[in-house]
Nanobody, 128 residues
Framework: QVQLVESGGGLVQAGGSLRLSCAAS????????MGWFRQAPGKEREIVAA????????YYADSVKGRFTISSDNAKYTVYLQMNSLKSEDTAVYYC?????????????????????WGQGTQVTFSS
């Protein structure tokens, strides 16, 4: 079992930046593909970014491409989401997740159904 804990959320103004962190414990996570998702009020959870287990491949939703960067530090069992040029539409609860059922794939995954370990979420709120 892998436990995931997000941190780094908060209030942000237009054009601001935040870095979210997702710390893993339990079974080592660096063998697992990871992803960041978000859910805004009244909307479905959506993929933001994903990274392969070795960090070599990444995926970004069109809405964040060029502004967000996903990365991982296997030595610290942590995955990050650097968010720059934040906009009001980025307001949401952000979740990190892991696909722990895949041990040897070098792919990233965008379908939330494939993710079986989830953090509790961290709130990012746009402040005008």
């Amino acid at each position: 079992q892998v436990q995931l804990v997000e941190s780094g959320g908060g209030l942000v103004q237009a054009g601001g930046s935040l870095r979210l962190s997702c710390a893993a414990s339990g079974r080592t996570f660096h063998n697992y593909p990871m992803g960041w998702f978000r859910q805004a009020p009244g909307k479905e959870r959506e993929i933001v970014a994903a990274i392969s287990r070795n960090g070599g491949r990444t995926y970004y939703a069109d809405s964040v491409k060029g502004r967000f960067t996903i990365s991982s530090d296997n030595a610290k069992y942590t995955v990050y989401l650097q968010m720059n040029s934040l906009k009001s539409e980025d307001t949401a609860v952000y979740y990190c997740a892991a696909v722990t059922t895949v041990l040897y794939s070098e792919l990233y995954y965008v379908n939330p159904v494939l993710y079986d370990s989830w953090g509790q979420g961290t709130q990012v709120t746009f402040s005008s």
